[in-house]
C-alpha cells in the first residue's frame, strides 16, 4: 500500500486566489512527520513546510498552511494568494520516527498551474 | 549559508561508460541523502548515511550503483557500467538529524545514450 497518496495529478487555479493540494498518508506509526516540498520548472527541491503528529496546532508558513487531519490521515496543503511563481509540482512526503530509518517517503506529486 | 552542493549538474555519456556524481552536504549536517527521480517512478531514495556510514542501501537498484562518504563533506554515487535505464534526475540531500527537513541540492541530470 502506498504511503503517501497524492491524488490530485494536476491542479488550476487564477492567480489570488487560494488553492488546496490533497496529500493522505498511511502509518502506523504515532510519531511521524509530514512534509511539503516544491519543485519548480528549474528542478530545484524546495522545503515549504512541516507538520508533527504531536503537533497540536496546524503549521502555517507565510502564505503555506497545512490543514492537518489526524483521524482522517490527511495533511493537505493550502496556498493562500496564489501568484505565478507558485506555478509547480509540489510533493508530499512523510517521515515515520519510530522505523528505525531517517527516511522520507514521497507521493507522486501534484503540478499546480497558477493563471493570471 | 551554502546549500547542498552536487556536480556536474548535466551529464551525458554512452552506455558502458562510468559515471560518478558528487555531493557536498551543508556543513553540521549528519545525514546524506541520494535519490532518484524519474517520469515513471517518482522520488526514490536510493541509500543514506548517517555520520559518513550507509545506514540504509535497500534502495539502490543493483550492483552498479555504489555510494561512499569518504569523509563528512564529501560523498559519490557511481554507476559502472551505466545504463540507458540510469538516466533521470539524481539528487543528493542532507539533514541535521532524524527529526528534521531534508535540504536537497540541484540535482545532476544524467543522460545514458
Known amino acids: 500500500a502506498q504511503k503517501i497518496t497524492q491524488t490530485q495529478p494536476g491542479m488550476f487555479v487564477q492567480e489570488k486566489e487560494a488553492v488546496t493540494l490533497d496529500c493522505t498518508y498511511d502509518?502506523?506509526?504515532?510519531?511521524?512527520?509530514l512534509f511539503w516540498y516544491k519543485q519548480p520548472s528549474s528542478g530545484e527541491m524546495i522545503f515549504l513546510i512541516y507538520?508533527?503528529?504531536?503537533?497540536?496546532q496546524n503549521a502555517t508558513e507565510g502564505r503555506y498552511s497545512l490543514n492537518f487531519q489526524k483521524a482522517r490521515k490527511s495533511a493537505n496543503l493550502v496556498i493562500s494568494a496564489s501568484q505565478l511563481g507558485d506555478s509547480a509540482m509540489y510533493f508530499c512526503a512523510m517521515r515515520e520516527y519510530n522505523s528505525g530509518y531517517s527516511t522520507l517517503t514521497f507521493g507522486k506529486g501534484t503540478m499546480l498551474l497558477v493563471s493570471p | 549559508d551554502a546549500g547542498v552542493i552536487q556536480s556536474p549538474r548535466h551529464e551525458v555519456t554512452e552506455m558502458g561508460q562510468e559515471v560518478t556524481l558528487r555531493c557536498k552536504p551543508i556543513?553540521?549536517?549528519?545525514?546524506l541523502f541520494w535519490y532518484r527521480q524519474t517520469m515513471m517512478r517518482g522520488l526514490e531514495l536510493l541509500i543514506y548515511f548517517n555520520n559518513n556510514v550507509p545506514i540504509d542501501d535497500s534502495g539502490m537498484p543493483e550492483d552498479r550503483f555504489s555510494a561512499k562518504m569518504p569523509n563528512a563533506s564529501f560523498s559519490t554515487l557511481k554507476i559502472q557500467p551505466s545504463e540507458p535505464r540510469d538516466s533521470a534526475v539524481y539528487f543528493c540531500a542532507s539533514s541535521r538529524d532524524n527529526s528534521y527537513e531534508q535540504y536537497f541540492g540541484p540535482g545532476t541530470r544524467l543522460t545514458v545514450t
Open positions: 502509518t502506523s506509526d504515532p510519531s511521524y512527520g
Open positions: 507538520q508533527g503528529s504531536y503537533d497540536q
Open positions: 556543513s553540521g549536517h549528519d545525514y
